[in-house]
């Protein structure tokens, strides 16, 4: 059975999957459209890819704008990431805010990412490999972000190692949102 731990951020959940161990080793179910829908999250996934990332490499904060913006469920297939939202919907009372969760092969946890949230994360372990599914198709014109420095997360080191696409990005205070909670 799964459940859902909430973060300050609604939206923006801690997922926690069934788990089967035996002495073959260990199964993992990361979805089942059923228990999702008992805990409230509806979701309809449309793509599905995986990222490979070294120590050090931060990722983010992204999104894809109206009207293909979409839901996330991401996993930490190995390794070790600290994975964090920003809330972007203007009427939200947690606008502005980020939030944290520390996703790991060993703690086999997920997070669930909806609508109006950028997502990024740091990889604290020597490589991290993470599964999104996500409920729209990726549209290169509606490709946004915001810069990784610009919402006051402590990400646990000053200089990391990351894209000039995502250096790129306009600060959270230059960002016009068009969500809203």
């Excluded at 859902?4 to 997922?15: Q, S």
């Excluded at 469920?73 to 939202?85: A, M, P, R, T």
């Excluded at 990400?155 to 000039?164: E, L, T, V, Y």
Aim: aromatic share 12%.
């Amino acid at each position: 059975m799964f459940s859902k731990i909430a973060t300050k951020i609604d939206g923006f959940y801690e997922i926690l999957p069934e788990v089967n161990e035996d002495t073959r080793g260990i199964f993992v179910k990361t979805y089942q459209k059923s228990n999702f829908l008992s805990m409230g999250i509806d979701a309809n996934w449309k793509e599905q890819y995986y990222s490979i990332s070294k120590k050090g490499v931060l990722r983010g904060l992204h999104f894809q704008l109206p009207p293909h913006a979409h839901q996330k469920l991401v996993c930490c297939l190995s390794g070790e990431v600290v994975d964090v939202v920003v809330d972007l919907r203007i009427n939200s009372p947690t606008y502005g805010q980020h939030a944290i969760v520390q996703l790991s092969t060993e703690k086999r946890n997920g997070v669930f990412i909806d609508v109006g949230l950028a997502h990024g994360f740091y990889t604290i372990s020597e490589s991290a490999m993470l599964l999104y599914n996500v409920s729209t198709e990726y549209e290169p014109n509606f490709d946004a972000g915001i810069r990784w420095d610009s919402a006051g997360i402590n990400w646990g080191d000053i200089n990391p190692i990351i894209s000039a696409r995502d250096s790129s990005f306009i600060g959270m205070n230059e960002f016009h949102s068009p969500f809203s909670s």
